[in-house]
């Protein structure tokens, strides 16, 4: 018995063994046909046969060098510019667009008449549920060239509107040394009227005004206030010099004051209105500011104004007509004979 069932353990070890063996020959089997590939023959009458497969790892891609790419950013812009090119060669559509929405591109850019644009303001705010009362601003570009090397230097100037809109007053005050004009000065609503006495409250800074005005023969005596006055120490050109001292009072508490921007040097803009005024008194207050702006150079150079906008506190600008609203040479040269009559008397 004992040699016998020693034989059979062993068959039975060897049968394992051709088993395991069979397994693992028919996986390596398997595992490299699905590794193989079919190779087609150059010639069309041959058989194809399948061929072995190896597969290699594959090199980092080489990233190009910086010219290359920086040549590929060039080529995207100038495509983007070609597209630029091509949308601004479009032909304008005709007429006036029909629909509240349109591509701006197709039309030219409209320009309207004063009151085209006013009513335009008017109602845009009524479709935008927007303040009523808001501001109505008017900006100007303006040609400062005068003559081959001079130009017109940024101005300031207090105008009085025809249809005045602050709620406040302005502060003046007059300098004279004169007794009686400092009384007419206090009557027609001067903050503070005086001579010589006001100089140290106003360096001392006890004395604030939003205006200084005064009379011809104090000027040499209030020079010190040059440097802290500015732009607000009394001139001729600024109509803050002169004898009328309840014409000045009325012009300076009422007045509103328009200032070419320094740093743009030929941009100016300001306030003009509020949407709930007329369309009439709009248009006046406008054609008031533009009066003032186009006495600062000769219309013989050519229109000052170069452009004029009109918007509101929450609209677009409406680019407007400005040929209108510019003066005639004939009503300038009236009012420098006018403003030279009045040097003469003072």
Not at 44 to 58: D, E, K, L, Q, T
Not at 71 to 91: A, C, H, L
Not at 125 to 153: A, H, S
Not at 324 to 337: A, G, T
Request: glycine share 6%; with cysteine; charged share 25%.
């Amino acid at each position: 018995m004992g040699p016998i069932s020693s034989a059979r353990s062993g068959v039975v070890d060897m049968a394992a063994s051709v088993r395991y063996f069979g397994r693992v020959l028919i996986y390596h089997q398997r595992h490299g046909l699905s590794k193989m590939v079919y190779r087609t023959s150059l010639n069309p009458c041959s058989v194809n046969i399948p061929g072995p497969f190896r597969c290699f790892a594959s090199a980092a891609a080489a990233k190009p060098p910086w010219k290359a790419r920086k040549g590929g950013k060039e080529e995207k812009s100038v495509g983007k510019q070609e597209d630029i090119e091509k949308i601004k060669s479009y032909p304008y559509m005709e007429g006036e667009p029909q629909d509240d929405v349109y591509l701006k591109r197709l039309y030219p850019r409209q320009i309207y008449e004063v009151e085209k644009a006013i009513n335009l303001l008017k109602k845009y705010q009524i479709l935008d549920f927007t303040c009523p009362k808001q501001g109505v601003f008017l900006d100007l570009t303006l040609d400062m060239t005068q003559g081959k090397k001079k130009k017109v230097e940024p101005f300031t100037s207090v105008i009085s509107f025809p249809y005045p809109f602050a709620s406040e007053v302005n502060k003046v005050v007059v300098f004279t040394g004169n007794a009686s004009e400092i009384q007419i000065a206090e009557e027609n609503g001067a903050a503070f009227a005086g001579g010589a006495n006001l100089i140290q409250k106003i360096l001392d800074d006890e004395i604030h005004a939003d205006y200084y005005v005064a009379v011809p023969e104090i000027m040499p005596e209030i020079n010190p206030l040059k440097k802290k006055l500015k732009q607000r120490f009394p001139k001729f050109t600024r109509n803050s010099i002169g004898r009328d001292i309840p014409k000045m009072l009325a012009i300076f508490k009422n007045g509103h004051e328009i200032q070419v921007d320094e740093e743009r040097g030929n941009y100016l803009t300001t306030k003009i209105a509020t949407l709930d005024m007329t369309s009439d008194q709009i248009a006046a207050n406008l054609q008031a500011v533009i009066s003032e702006v186009c006495r600062h150079r000769p219309l013989s150079l050519g229109p000052f104004v170069v452009r004029a906008f009109l918007r509101s506190s929450t609209s677009e600008g409406l680019l407007l007509k400005t040929d209108p609203l510019l003066p005639k040479e004939v009503e300038i040269e009236e009012s420098n004979e006018k403003a030279a009559d009045l040097h003469l008397t003072e």
